[in-house]
């Protein structure tokens, strides 16, 4: 049975009307559409016909008449019930807003245009989710890291290789959760790889740790560092940047403004109160870690940052009312 690109090709060569007909590679891009997306009939045509999407789709497919820079990737979406728009990238601006359903992506493989009748090896296709960093973090934690952590799947490698694969793959694993919590208002404390198999052992001479260990607690270090820095970002935001930025924000949006940071606040108060954070914390404290120290000051500057939240809160709601 004939694919989509093969049935557009067929279609292109009957010589259609249309203005897919010009350019056989503009059919094949609207049969993927029709395929993966089901559009009703007439959507494509209508969205590939406008003129900011002719320019894009022709600048795409490397037509001269384009002019400026080739876009690597294309994205055909739908901002709306029963629309479709195309777009010249993931970064297409705040006007453009969100998916709300699952699109379609375009990739260029390489600075060669396709060829004049064929996208094959020029061009990757594929369904892009409407969430796609929820996607892709799903895949991380039910697919990349069980595969990873699977001890029979690395019998044969190296100790070290074994423990930075694993490394590398938790540590794109909670940037993307951290992003992905950001997006909400909310600030992720991540576990350090290690964080909840902790193991203390110790002696009449004091504290043995072997190798893996010592890996373990350079981790925690590590993680102190990373919180504290993340910690000290929501501090430091004030409701005074809007007018920094030459806005005028009226007393309501001080006090959403004060709302969602004393929400953020509370977020992070109560990660720190876990039992693997607090298991983190008591030790460093045995091993007599310089940085407990610098846990205990975050641990305090989010108290009197909730503190202060409330007074601010009040303030703004006394504003409102006068």
């Not at 789709?57 to 990737?73: C, I, S, V, Y």
């Not at 453009?96 to 004049?116: I, V």
């Not at 989710?129 to 699977?150: G, K, R, T, Y």
């Amino acid at each position: 049975m004939p694919g989509a690109e093969e049935r557009a090709a067929r279609a292109a060569e009957s010589g259609d009307p249309g203005r897919g007909a010009a350019d056989p590679r503009l059919r094949l891009l609207g049969a993927y559409v029709a395929r993966s997306l089901r559009p009703a009939a007439g959507v494509w045509e209508r969205c590939a016909g406008t003129s900011e999407a002719e320019r894009l789709l022709h600048a795409f497919l490397g037509r001269e008449a384009a002019g400026g820079p080739r876009p690597p990737l294309l994205l055909v979406v739908r901002p709306g019930p029963g629309g479709l728009a195309v777009r010249p990238g993931l970064d297409t601006g705040p006007e453009a807003g969100p998916p709300r359903a699952k699109g379609l992506f375009f990739l260029r493989t390489g600075p060669e245009p396709p060829g004049p009748r064929s996208l094959r090896g020029a061009v990757l296709c594929g369904d892009l989710p409407a969430a796609p960093l929820q996607h892709l973090a799903a895949m991380f934690s039910e697919v990349v890291i069980p595969i990873l952590a699977n001890e029979k799947n690395h019998l044969d490698w190296p100790h070290v290789l074994r423990q930075d694969v694993q490394r590398h793959a938790h540590s794109l694993q909670c940037d993307l959760l951290v992003i992905l919590e950001q997006v909400k208002g909310k600030t992720l404390l991540p576990l350090p790889l290690g964080a909840a198999k902790l193991e203390f052992e110790a002696s009449p001479s004091g504290t043995i740790l072997d190798c893996t260990d010592k890996s373990i607690i350079y981790a925690l270090e590590s993680a102190v560092i990373q919180w504290s820095r993340q910690v000290q970002v929501v501090l430091k935001r004030e409701s005074g940047q809007a007018l920094l930025q030459g806005e005028s924000p009226t007393p309501k949006v001080e006090l959403e403004f004060w709302k969602s940071r004393s929400e953020d606040l509370e977020y992070i108060y109560n990660q720190l109160r876990m039992i693997e954070v607090r298991g983190m914390a008591r030790l460093l404290d045995k091993l007599q870690s310089s940085y407990f120290a610098a846990f205990q000051a975050m641990f305090r500057d989010v108290q009197a940052g909730e503190n202060q939240q409330v007074c601010s809160i009040h303030r703004s709601q006394i504003s409102m009312e006068c």
